[in-house]
């Protein structure tokens, strides 16, 4: 059983940064892959990206691609998105989740997740 827990979103202006980040509780973190979802009003909810257990891979939707950097540090038991170069699209729910299997793009793929962080791009 993993518990996710996300922190750092807010209100930051366009072309801005923000550190979001996923605590999770649990001895078994470092088996799981932990990617990023993030769901707009109106909008389905779109992968952004994920790393493997090791933090050795990593895989970003082009959306975000070179904007967006995910890290983990598995004796913290978290796992980090840096988000720079911010646009008022990148305005969403933010979320993180673990999955046992990789590379897993799809929601359907995850099994645990968190309760999300709002992340608000103001132009």
């Known amino acids: 059983q993993v518990q996710l827990v996300e922190s750092g979103g807010g209100l930051v202006q366009a072309g801005g940064s923000l550190r979001l980040s996923c605590a999770a509780s649990?001895?078994?973190?470092?088996?799981?892959?932990v990617g990023w979802f993030r769901h707009a009003p109106g909008k389905e909810r779109e992968f952004v990206g994920v790393i493997s257990k090791t933090g050795g891979s990593t895989y970003y939707a082009d959306s975000v691609k070179g904007r967006f950097t995910i890290s983990r540090d598995n004796a913290k038991n978290t796992v980090y998105l840096e988000m720079n170069s911010l646009e008022v699209e990148d305005t969403a729910v933010y979320y993180c989740?673990?999955?046992?299997?990789?590379?897993?793009?799809?929601?359907?793929?995850?099994?645990?997740w968190g309760q999300g962080t709002q992340v608000t791009v103001s132009s």
């Open positions: 989740a673990a999955a046992p299997s990789w590379p897993p793009l799809r929601p359907d793929n995850y099994n645990y």
């Open positions: 649990g001895r078994t973190f470092g088996y799981y892959a």
